[in-house]
């Protein structure tokens, strides 16, 4: 079946350290996509990919970074800059004119 | 720049019937419709395109006001599987899906 994975669904990080959350899709989707989403609120764009080596910043992409080396993997790592990173984490991909499909997301708390 | 949804929240009695608006300050390609529940994946509802065409469920209907930069969602004989987020996503890319969210609707339906 085609889908989006992402993994961990929970991911716990310590002071100073990076972490890398993974997000794999099999739609044969261009664009990919990251999400930050904190407790009753709404999604805000990290980072955003629409082809391969090619990526751009979202909103919120300070103490974030990403690569887009394969078509089917957009991994995002937080690194010890992003000073407060406990939130869910989604990633989407679509085709052009058509829907975002969503991973399940990943639950990112610092320990 | 986030489009603003309206209203921040609605309360329901199964049956009754909600809309939720949708508006942003910048030139619209597309409009998305997703509904999330807590601790889950958003869910697609619906894209509404500029020119006219529309895709998505067939029981969720929307409109999309090109000129206004506006968007409506129509919930009629609501259900309480309805409950949970509604997020409007605004692709003002020209059809490459980089969306932005609004802060997004809760509904709860209730017996």
């Known amino acids: 079946d085609g889908g989006i994975t992402q993994s961990p669904k929970y991911l716990f990080r310590k002071e100073g350290q990076n972490v890398t959350l993974s997000c794999e899709q099999n739609?044969?989707?261009?664009?990919m996509y990251w999400y930050r989403q904190d407790p009753g609120q709404g999604l805000r764009l990290i980072y955003y990919?629409?082809?391969?080596?090619?990526?751009q910043k979202g909103d919120i992409a300070e103490g974030y970074s990403v690569s887009r080396e394969k078509k089917e993997s957009f991994p995002l790592t937080v690194t010890s800059a992003q000073k407060n990173p406990t939130a869910f984490y989604l990633c989407a991909s679509s085709a052009r004119d058509t829907e975002a499909f969503f991973g399940q997301g990943t639950r990112l708390t610092v320990v | 720049q986030q489009p603003v949804q309206s209203p921040q929240a609605v309360i329901l009695r199964e049956g009754e019937d909600a809309v939720i608006n949708c508006s942003s300050s910048k030139a619209l390609y597309s409009v998305h419709w997703y509904r999330q529940k807590h601790g889950e994946a958003p869910v697609f509802l619906m894209i509404l395109l500029k020119g006219g065409e529309q895709k998505g469920h067939e029981k969720i209907s929307a409109s999309f006001n090109e000129k206004k930069q506006q968007s409506s969602l129509y919930l009629t004989a609501s259900q309480l599987s309805y409950s949970g987020t509604y997020f409007c996503?605004?692709?003002?890319?020209?059809?490459?899906?980089?969306?932005?969210f609004g802060a997004g609707t809760r509904l709860a339906v209730h017996p």
């Open positions: 996503g605004t692709d003002a890319s020209g059809g490459y899906n980089k969306l932005i």
């Open positions: 990919s629409q082809i391969v080596n090619d990526f």
């Open positions: 739609l044969n989707h261009d664009a």
